[in-house]
T-cell receptor, first 115, second 111 residues
Framework: DAGITQSPRHKVTETGTPVTLRCHQT?????MYWYRQDPGHGLRLIHY???????DKGEVSDGYSVSRSKTEDFLLTLESATSSQTSVYFC??????????????FGDGTRLSIL | QKEVEQNSGPLSVPEGAIASLNCTYS??????FFWYRQYSGKSPELIMS????GDKEDGRFTAQLNKASQYVSLLIRDSQPSDSATYLC???????????FGQGTRLTINP
């Protein structure tokens, strides 16, 4: 199994509070991704990173920010959480991104509930 | 038109039969295609990758790709109850650095 750890695994918080989710990898892969998965919408890309300090937006990036200060860590922040951000969040990694058709491997997910 | 489309199911197949899962995609220049299996409450797990037209076999799984028809399928032979899961088709959008997922097909294998 790919060495990917997401924390926390579960979190319940209130609307308006900041939330940070962490993805930690031990594979030294260059590319890291954050997705959310919701019923009826499938997996949707929030942000991704193609190197330290190099990030870009996905299709549902509004309300989210990311940071990557080290190869192994990719943080997803909800600056002011809203109920619409209640979801399951998955981190994924790939060795060389899309350039060499490398697949992505997923962490175990974080179940986030915003009340 | 969605970029990647799958029949959401549920697809019900008797144990020991062949399960056939289908996926169509809209990006004509896509080169890489993946099938993931996701058990309820778990994360997606890669089970097959396919890059060239034709069939690719791995154990009980066969992926089939037809780029002219923009169609990719997954066959599961000798289906087992443990194959009951949601199967996600994913297509790499060339030049866009992103993997686009279908909504998944829920498969149930009946003993």
């Amino acid at each position: 199994d790919a060495g990917i750890t997401q924390s926390p695994r579960h979190k319940v918080t209130e609307t308006g509070t900041p939330v940070t989710l962490r993805c930690h990898q031990t594979e030294n892969h260059r590319y890291m991704y954050w997705y959310r998965q919701d019923p009826g919408h499938g997996l949707r890309l929030i942000h991704y990173s193609y190197g330290v300090k190099d990030t870009d937006k996905g299709e549902v990036s509004d309300g989210y920010s990311v940071s990557r200060s080290k190869t192994e860590d990719f943080l997803l922040t909800l600056e002011s959480a809203t109920s619409s951000q209640t979801s399951v969040y998955f981190c994924a990694i790939s060795e060389s991104g899309n350039r060499y058709n490398q697949p992505q491997h997923f962490g175990d997910g974080t179940r986030l509930s915003i009340l | 038109q969605k970029e990647v489309e799958q029949n959401s199911g549920p697809l019900s197949v008797p144990e020991g039969a062949i399960a056939s899962l289908n996926c169509t995609y809209s990006d004509r220049v896509s080169q890489s295609f993946f099938w993931y299996r996701q058990y309820s409450g778990k994360s997606p797990e890669l089970i097959m990758s396919i890059y060239s037209n034709g069939d690719k076999e791995d154990g009980r799984f066969t992926a089939q790709l037809n780029k002219a028809s923009q169609y990719v399928s997954l066959l599961i032979r000798d289906s087992q109850p443990s194959d009951s899961a949601t199967y996600l088709c994913a297509v790499l959008i060339q030049g866009a650095q992103k993997l686009v997922f279908g909504q998944g097909t829920r498969l149930t294998i009946n003993p």
